[in-house]
Antibody, heavy 117, light 107 residues
Framework: VQLQESGPGLVKPSETLSLICTVS????????WSWIRQPPGKGLEWIGY???????KYNPALKSRVTMSVDTSKRQVSLRLRSVTTADTALYFC????????????WGQGSLVTVSS | DIQMTQSPSSLSASVGDRVTITCRTS??????LNWYQQKPQRAPKLLIS???NLQNGVPSRFSGSGAGTVFTLTISSLQPEDFATYFC?????????FGGGTKLEIK
């Protein structure tokens, strides 16, 4: 399974961050596709997941601002994070676990998003 | 949320050393504790799942143990390629959470 994140590298404060993760090879169904972020020099924060069926689960800390969606025909999952601030500056990864688990053995390379005016 | 505390936050060691990193959780996660290795500008790599299950291709010098709220990752004989940052992750309870990381540096 190969994952690739894409999206704008720069977002203005108060605007919406949008990223897409494309699953280019391997199975797409029966996986929980997670988004995880890492501020520069800091640790990892799980944002949430979307199942290929469209079922979602979000981190309560971000739930009010997050929407994830899936397009099975394009083998893509997307992340939208509203009302961003500089605290949302981070490397954003999509990831998944083989066998439909939360043990992340598949990762994209990450997409750096900077929030700045 | 389950809080994850890793210690130490940084560690200096030499090639050939045995090192142990500890992860403590704020409540029991039974056996559902994973370990990742991350090198600069790279995505994390899953080393160990469910406390002690070594992933395919991961050298046997890596091992994990523990249960409940205290877990350890041990590298039996450090190799040059092992110098990296290590994170623990619990998958017992949503939201999934990670430790703050342990940076392993060359002495």
């Amino acid at each position: 399974v190969q994952l690739q994140e894409s999206g704008p590298g720069l977002v203005k404060p108060s605007e919406t961050l949008s990223l897409i993760c494309t699953v280019s090879t391997g199975s797409f169904t029966n996986y929980y596709w997670s988004w995880i972020r890492q501020p520069p020099g800091k640790g990892l924060e799980w944002i949430g997941y979307i199942h290929h069926s469209g079922n979602t689960k979000y981190n309560p800390a971000l739930k009010s601002r997050v929407t994830m969606s899936v397009d099975t025909s394009k083998r893509q999952v997307s992340l939208r994070l509203r009302s961003v601030t500089t605290a949302d500056t981070a490397l954003y990864f999509c990831a998944s676990g083989s066998g439909g688990t939360y043990d992340f053995d598949y990762w994209g390379q990450g997409s750096l998003v900077t929030v700045s005016s | 949320d389950i809080q994850m505390t890793q210690s130490p936050s940084s560690l200096s060691a030499s090639v050939g050393d045995r090192v142990t990193i500890t992860c403590r959780t704020s409540q029991s996660v039974t056996k559902y504790l994973n370990w990742y290795q991350q090198k600069p500008q790279r995505a994390p790599k899953l080393l160990i799942s469910a406390t002690s299950n070594l992933q395919n291709g991961v050298p046997s010098r890596f091992s994990g143990s523990g249960a409940g709220t205290v877990f350890t990752l041990t590298i039996s004989s450090l190799q040059p390629e092992d110098f990296a940052t290590y994170f623990c992750q619990q998958t017992s309870t949503m939201p999934l959470t990670f430790g703050g990381g342990t940076k392993l540096e060359i002495k």
